[in-house]
């Protein structure tokens, strides 16, 4: 019975095999681009912590109507504030014509 069996499913896998190989090509390309995408979500993860850390990039900009203590708003947060200036204005342009 194991033989005839044994017989069978070589028999059928001999007849099919063009299927069979494109599926075992298509469960291993998957399982590849499984194993790189997580590789990579994993590195880009680390290269942009990484990358953060080393040039202090700003996490928020703020802008305030009056000045800011600054040297206390670091002390009691712990974070690295930068001052800075914004001048506003409007401007008219008068096209003579």
């Known amino acids: 019975m194991v033989m005839i069996l ?7 896998l ?7 190989l494109g599926l075992m090509f298509l469960v291993a390309l998957s399982i590849s681009l499984y194993a790189i ?4 979500a ?12 080393k040039t202090n990039i700003e996490d928020a900009k ?19 504030l930068e001052k800075g200036m914004k001048l506003m204005f409007s401007l008219k342009i008068q096209l003579l014509g």
């Open 62 to 80: 703020f802008l305030t109507y009056k000045e800011v203590d600054v040297d206390k708003l670091e002390s009691i947060f712990n974070v690295a």
């Open 42 to 53: 994993f590195n880009f993860n680390e290269a942009t912590e990484s990358y953060n850390s």
């Open 37 to 40: 995408f997580g590789s990579l």
């Open 6 to 12: 044994n017989k069978r499913i070589w028999r059928v």
């Open 14 to 20: 001999f007849q099919n095999k063009m299927q069979y």
